[in-house]
């Protein structure tokens, strides 16, 4: 049976469904199947965990998000990820269906920075399959996922004190979609613990992309520590306005 493909479970406690192309555009519009195709769906995707069978379900991009979306309710993360790299080394989704390779790959950094700031639990050999997977992902590099999964791969690079390695992580989630103002707050935030990186020209960017960033820097405690950065920004942007 052929199942639609951008039909898209959400990965949550919530009972609504979104069309994959909705889901990345973040956008909220929300599709309710029959009951009869949800119930079955959802007994194809417990039919992952069959060995011969369960092979050939995680070529379905549909029956693979309904199958995350079980594990994450039943916090069963070990088959989660499990799934989840299997997917990600598979050509199917590769070399065909690329759009939705960085989407899942970007569920996988929102779990796993989920886990990390409810219950403080941190997977450093994770984070380092999936930064390697992810510089070798598949081409190409744009697209808000990408930005996502780079802004995460950014992050995690920051915390183990390699700033620079953070920051030619966040150049090229600032690339891939340049209607997200935070890659550019981020680079310019990044710039404040080293030198060499203009946080004024960064921060200024942010905000022409998004105004709120001028007022999250007004209430960021590293910001606050630098206001002369903060005064310069407020005169271009003001300037340019």
Known sequence: MALDADIFFMMSDDSGYRTYKDLIHNQ???????SILVQLIEILAR???IPIIGHFLCYSFTIV???????????????LYALLISCLTRAVFRKKHVHRWWYLMRFAIAVSQERQINWLVRDVVLEDNLILLGSLGPRPLKGYDVAYSFVGYSL?????????GAINMVRIAEQADETWGYPEYLHGWYGLFTTGV???EHFARAV???WSFLQRMKQDKTCKE????LHEVQKRTLVSK
């Open 198 to 200: 203009d946080s004024v």
């Open 47 to 49: 039919g992952i965990y």
């Open 208 to 210: 022409h992309i998004d």
């Open 156 to 164: 995690w690079l920051f915390e183990r004190g390699d700033i620079w």
């Open 28 to 34: 909220g519009k929300s599709i309710y199947p029959t």
């Open 226 to 229: 630098h206001p002369e950065v």
């Open 65 to 79: 998000c309904c199958a995350l979306s079980q594990m994450r309710h039943r916090r069963n993360y070990p088959e």
